[in-house]
């Protein structure tokens, strides 16, 4: 195995990043950390090292233990861990919670390297820097953001958000988990949760803290039970009375090493300072962390195309038939050359797209929603197409678990679905040309 050497690097390029947001950035640093000029995927300085030092990181301890972790269907929370010591876990959260205080750009940077050596570490890596962490910071109190982020930027706790039901996955809305409140200081959770990534760490218990999305009434609340008003967000702790793992969901097609599981709230008793935000406000909250998700969702998927891409056009090199490389054929070529401009389309469109993406602004000021759809819908279908491409240039080698490229090319299926489905996002792009009384690209 590869041993990593990036930790002061790391340190390095967080003691940029904070001088930059600052306004205090020193340019002899800037020379210090790189000699590359911007490029699309890496528009600083501190963006092209901390892609560097993730994929060393990647590529040293990430990749050898894929295979195992996969088969077994385990999660590596000491490799999980090791992403805390580095400062990784917090990437988007402010520094007065231990986190990093990154941009979107840098979390997709962190999302697509991780990915092309394991996509299933990277979704529970996601599902707890992102679905828990930046959802946190953005919307919880300073007392749950102080009591609960720095132990999720340290790795000391595993955290995750829980809203798919097992009949309401794309119809959110229709989620029956009810929230009530039993008294001044004091609100009960009832219902099921299911497909829950992290849900599990050990496959007996519960993970360590979740995000829930339960249905509620404030005062403001419509007499309709689907009313976007109509639901709470709350911090449910691992070992409060009435919260229990139902089960670990096992034989899953693909990103076997992210643990998922079903979670039982039977009159869950929680405190009133863990309610997330106000009283009826889930939605909001929702929107907030949504368009961030979809984008580190569209990079995994991107590092799952480069690293097939890479691994087919490695194969179509060394490996001869009928006396020359199959590299030399016309129908190897195609895949390979088409899967290198399909991921290279994706990756492009991804970056432009985060760049733009302001972590602490308000949805309904953003006009990124139709862009986070449309960039994950295309990756989505990307990442399974060259994946396909790649099991077909490697034959019967792509079929065996040795050049990983089969289990890429299950684990990119996950992406068409979780975060949103293909149709969804389909609906959502039309329904949002549907409001625009003039329809300019620009």
Request: proline fraction near 3%.
């Amino acid at each position: 195995m590869r041993k990593f050497h990036g930790a002061r690097a790391l340190s390095l390029i967080h003691r940029s990043w904070r001088m930059r947001a600052s306004r205090t950035f020193s340019h002899s640093l800037t020379r210090s950390l790189s000699t590359h000029a911007p490029s699309p995927f890496d528009p600083s300085p501190e963006h092209r090292h901390l892609r560097e030092v993730v994929r060393d990181f990647a590529e040293a301890e990430v990749d050898p233990q894929a295979q195992e972790f996969n088969k077994e269907e385990k999660f590596n929370l000491k490799l999980f861990q090791r992403l805390g010591e580095l400062g990784l876990l917090g990437v988007t959260v402010p520094e007065e919670y231990h986190g990093s205080g990154m941009d979107a750009t840098a979390a997709c940077i962190i999302h697509e390297e991780l990915a092309a050596a394991d996509p299933a570490f990277t979704l529970s890596y996601l599902a707890h820097s992102i679905l828990f962490a930046n959802n946190l910071a953005r919307n919880g109190s300073e007392e749950l953001k102080h009591a609960y982020l720095p132990k999720a930027c340290s790795g000391e706790l595993v955290g995750g958000m829980c809203m798919s039901e097992a009949e309401a996955g794309t119809d959110v809305l229709g989620m029956r988990t009810r929230a009530e409140q039993t008294g001044p200081e004091e609100f009960s959770i009832s219902g099921h949760k299911m497909w829950i990534t992290n849900g599990t760490l050990d496959g007996s218990t519960t993970g360590d803290v979740f995000l829930v999305y339960a249905s509620s009434k404030s005062p403001e609340a419509s007499s309709s039970s689907s009313s976007s008003k109509s639901f709470s967000l709350f911090l449910v702790e691992k070992g409060t009375r009435g919260f229990t793992l139902g089960q670990q969901i096992k034989n899953k097609c693909g990103m076997r090493a992210s643990m998922t599981a079903e979670l039982v709230f039977d009159d869950c008793r929680i405190p009133a300072k863990n309610l997330v935000g106000k009283e009826g406000n889930a939605v909001y909250c929702m929107m907030r962390n949504l368009e961030l998700e979809r984008l580190c969702l569209a990079a995994m998927s991107c590092g799952i195309a480069r690293r097939c891409v890479e691994t087919m056009a490695r194969y179509a090199r060394d490996r001869k038939a009928f006396g020359k490389p199959i590299g030399q054929f016309g129908q190897v070529q195609r895949l390979v050359a088409d899967g290198y401009a399909k991921m290279s389309a994706g990756r492009a469109f991804l970056y432009s797209v985060a760049q733009k993406l302001k972590l602490d602004a308000d949805p309904s000021e953003t006009n990124e929603r139709m862009q986070t759809d449309a960039v994950k819908l295309f990756c989505g279908e990307m990442a399974k197409s060259v994946a396909d491409s790649a099991m077909q240039v490697l034959g019967g080698n792509g079929y065996l678990a040795d050049y990983q490229v089969e289990q890429l090319w299950r684990d990119s299926k996950l992406l068409e679905i979780g975060g949103g489905t293909n149709e969804a996002h389909q609906k959502n792009i039309m329904l949002d040309f549907l409001r625009k009384q003039v329809i300019e690209i620009p």
